[in-house]
């Protein structure tokens, strides 16, 4: 019961709810025990022809009334505890996702989204039932076992009720033995459960380049597969679910058995009268429910505690990266520098960037090319503080990155990422994202500095037309533009843009790279490019060639240096002249 202990806390903190639907679920049972005495008297008065009227009707007017009131209190009960898990179920289910927005990009890369889900969704639940249903049957069986047991004992015949009582070691060790099997079944069907969800996921977002690789047969077969070893899962989990009540009702049979022949024995013996047995029979009667819901704890409370586990694995998780312990609140100026920082991603073993060593004045443009694969975006990344990395080696107006707090930092930097994301929401809403209280004129101006303003009236609804799954389908490039305009809105002090004037054409970026210039006078902005003429304008350009520095200068040194940049720069605008001649 572990499990009951993880989840104190919760139980500490609704102590009234759960105190008051415990009472009136005590109340209930004591209650249960009046209706098998009263017809024990009615059959013993019966047979000695002592039955009166008057008699008769009290009894039936009890047992109507006792009716009415455990129909009261029983909807009492249920409703506060059940009101209790759901309570329990929203609780975990916003720690869980305060945890995932507190997580860094280590983590995600480590767990897939699917299994993620798979927990909020399925394990949760599972935790949910044990603490409504699991407290339930534990303090209702247990109390309702001792206590018919009690009863039975004291008003009836004790060797009877010992008699009836020589099966339930067996029950005990089954349902034991049962428990544990359950518990490392569940897990693993759980587990699979998480599989399955990723492979769905996957599928769905990557739906179109299935299609195009004409995929979707063997994606189908691979599904198959994930689906059947759910099945397989889940059916081991059955088997043994399907065991508890078997063994239990035979079990409870047996008491039956020894109840009814050694009682008949006592009848004739007249030990006891033969209302008494009719009372113990019933009274036997009354202890099947809390069997079966001891077997049914048993299910319940190691499913839960598998999902639990689980979920508890997620919580643990602490992000790697850290906070200062006083960190600086804001950073004053924004200048960059870098002085030897080496990064190396965590989980491997070789150096992404080595030893760069640069400075960026205050608003100055840093330019950032090389091949792919080089480190540019990484670069960026590194600026955001999303890694754990070196002490002392990025200085943002002169503080250290690590030494920043996260908000100081992320509200000093602006970034459009090489792999834009829209929301499924209005175009405005995307533009607004970090700046919701902006008004549709600051958006417009936003849209139409990234150029985006004269593809926004093919759109019928405007900034109001939806993004996404359930609105129109945007091009690569207006994506990106959207990107670009929703950091723009947020006119920080330091924009980084990597590599987002690539899926834009030369003159369009030409036309977004002179709106920068004019827009962010004063401000520092980095751009990463393939294309060198998004960073012409640069007062440093960097040349990163398999994480080091290579070629550095304004686009003028570089020229006469006649190195990568260079070449790279001549050849491209060769390319660009012929596109332009055809
Ligand atoms: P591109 O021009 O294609 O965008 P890039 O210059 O931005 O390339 P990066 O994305 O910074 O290159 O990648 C640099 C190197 O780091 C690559 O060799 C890549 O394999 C590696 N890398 C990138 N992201 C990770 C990560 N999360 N974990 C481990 N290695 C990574
Ligand atoms: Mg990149």
Redesign the pocket.
């Known amino acids: 019961m572990q499990i009951l202990r993880d989840l104190s806390c919760f139980f500490r903190a609704h102590w009234k709810r759960y105190t008051v639907g415990i009472a009136f679920l005590f109340l209930i049972d004591v209650l249960m025990l009046w209706p098998p005495r009263l017809v024990g008297e009615t059959v013993d008065s019966i047979r000695n022809g002592s039955l009166t009227t008057a008699h008769l009707t009290e009894s039936v007017a009890i047992l109507l009334s006792l009716g009415i009131a455990l129909y009261v209190m029983r909807f009492i009960w249920r409703y506060l505890l059940n009101g209790g898990a759901l309570i329990l179920e929203r609780t975990l289910r916003e720690r869980l996702f305060s945890h995932l927005t507190r997580m860094t990009?280590s983590f995600y890369?480590r767990r897939r989204s699917g299994d993620l889900m798979a927990i909020a969704t399925n394990d949760i639940p599972a935790v949910e039932q044990t603490a409504s249903m699991g407290v339930l049957t534990l303090v209702d069986s247990l109390f309702m076992t001792v206590l018919t047991l009690g009863v039975m004992m004291v008003t009836i015949d004790w060797k009877l009720t010992l008699a009836a009582l020589i099966p339930m070691p067996f029950l005990a060790w089954s349902t034991a033995y049962y428990g544990r099997l359950l518990h490392e079944r569940f897990y693993l069907a759980q587990e699979a459960f998480g599989e399955m969800n990723d492979h769905v996921q996957q599928s769905v977002s990557g739906v179109r380049v299935m299609r195009a690789f004409v995929q979707e047969d063997k994606d189908v077969d691979a599904f198959r597969r994930v689906s059947e070893k759910t099945l397989e899962r889940n059916v081991n989990v059955s088997r043994i679910d399907a065991l508890f009540d078997p063994t239990i009702a035979i079990i409870i049979g047996f008491s039956f058995l020894i109840g009814l022949g050694y009682g008949t024995y006592l009848v004739f013996t007249s030990s006891i009268s033969l209302g008494d047995l009719v009372a113990f029979n019933l009274y036997l009667g009354l202890l099947i429910w809390p069997m079966f819901a001891f077997g049914w704890l048993i299910n319940v409370v190691q499913r839960g505690s598998a999902s639990l586990k689980r979920l508890s694995e997620m919580l643990i998780e602490e992000p790697d990266v850290h906070e200062a312990n006083q960190p600086v609140t804001e950073a004053k100026g924004n200048s960059i520098e870098a002085r030897h920082f080496t990064f190396t991603?965590p989980g491997?073993s070789k150096p992404?960037l080595q030893d760069l060593s640069f400075s960026l004045g205050e608003g100055e443009t840093l330019g950032i090319v090389?091949r792919?694969?080089?480190?540019?975006?990484?670069l960026c990344r590194s600026l955001l503080h999303q890694y754990r990395m070196q002490d002392d080696a990025l200085f943002i107006g002169g503080v250290a990155i690590e030494r920043l707090s996260f908000d100081a930092l992320r509200a000093k930097i602006g970034y459009v990422p090489?792999e834009h994301l829209l929301f499924s929401r209005t175009i405005a809403e995307n533009v607004a994202f970090g700046k919701p209280e902006a008004t549709e004129q600051e958006v417009l101006r936003a849209l139409e500095l990234a150029e985006m303003g004269r593809d926004l009236m093919q759109f019928s609804e405007g900034l109001e037309t939806m993004v996404g799954e359930k609105g129109v389908t945007l091009s690569g490039g207006q994506k990106q533009r959207i990107s670009i305009a929703r950091a723009l809105l947020m006119d920080a002090d330091i924009l980084i843009l990597d590599?987002s004037l690539s899926a834009v054409d030369a003159r369009t970026e030409e036309r977004i790279v002179h709106h920068l210039r004019q827009e962010r006078a004063g401000k520092t902005t980095i751009i990463?490019a393939?294309r060198l003429s998004a960073v012409q304008h640069a007062q440093l350009i960097l040349v990163?060639e398999e994480g080091r520095i290579v070629e550095r200068g304004t686009h003028d040194e570089l020229m006469l240096l006649g190195g990568w940049y260079a070449e790279q720069y001549r050849r491209q605008q060769m390319e660009q002249d012929v596109v332009g001649q055809e």
């Open positions: 990009p890369q991603y491997t992404v090389g792919t694969g080089s480190g540019k975006s990484t090489q590599d990463t393939h990163l």
